[in-house]
Structure formats: C-alpha cells, structure tokens
C-alpha cells in the first residue's frame, strides 16, 4: 500500500487462493496538500518467485463523500470491492481487493 512517499507492506498470507490480511495501516495525511491516489499492488509470493497479480490506484478524492472525509468509526467504515487493475497491457489480471477505509 501506497500514499504519496509512504509505502506500508502487508505479511505473506502462505498456501492461499483467497487470502485475507486484516491488517490496518494508518498514514498521516497534510489536507494543504492531499495525495492524489492511494496504489495497492498485490504480488504472489511462490516457490518460483513473485507474480504480480494485480494493482489499484484509488483516486483520493473517493475517500471523500460531499467534500466530507469518511470517518475512522467501526460503524461507519466503508467496505469496498475493487476489480484488480493491470500495470501493462502484457499483464494477465483477475481478482478484486476489499479495502475498509476512512479517516
């Protein structure tokens, strides 16, 4: 996961076709000069090496509903399915992430 210069990378998830992380990572945001996209890629880590699976580049301003960020509250997270992206036309792609985001 990447926001601006910060890159924060989540744990191998081992001998899984449908991994889960539930894993949270925060990032300090300046609202005088917001990132423009959040990326996530998502490699799989084999015998053979890793195989790039898929990324997602989430336009910041998709955090916001109204001009209002969404807020870091349990009840009021916002869950989202996202089809996994492809880095070149060359990349063979299927899956998507589910992302709990807020602020």
Same mark, same amino acid.
């Not at 899984?16 to 799989?44: A, G, R, Y």
């Given at each position: 996961?990447?926001?601006? *210069?910060?890159?924060?990378?989540?744990?191998?998830?081992?001998?899984?076709?449908?991994?889960? /992380?539930?894993?949270?990572?925060?990032?300090?945001?300046?609202?005088?000069?917001?990132?423009?996209?959040?990326?996530?890629?998502?490699?799989?880590?084999?015998?053979?090496?890793?195989?790039?699976?898929?990324?997602? *580049?989430?336009?910041?301003?998709?955090?916001?509903?109204?001009?209002?960020?969404?807020?870091?509250?349990?009840?009021?997270?916002?869950?989202? /399915?996202?089809?996994?992206?492809?880095?070149?036309?060359?990349?063979?792609?299927?899956?998507?992430?589910?992302? *709990?985001?807020?602020?």
């Amino acid at each position: 996961v990447k926001l601006q *210069n910060k890159k924060k990378t989540t744990k191998v998830i081992p001998k899984s076709l449908s991994p889960t /992380w539930d894993t949270t990572f925060e990032f300090k945001i300046n609202m005088k000069n917001p990132p423009k996209f959040l990326q996530v890629v998502c490699w799989d880590n084999d015998f053979f090496g890793r195989d790039f699976m898929g990324q997602l *580049n989430l336009s910041f301003r998709e955090l916001f509903i109204d001009g209002v960020p969404l807020l870091f509250d349990p009840s009021q997270k916002r869950t989202i /399915w996202y089809p996994l992206e492809k880095k070149s036309s060359k990349d063979v792609v299927s899956g998507e992430i589910e992302l *709990n985001m807020g602020f």
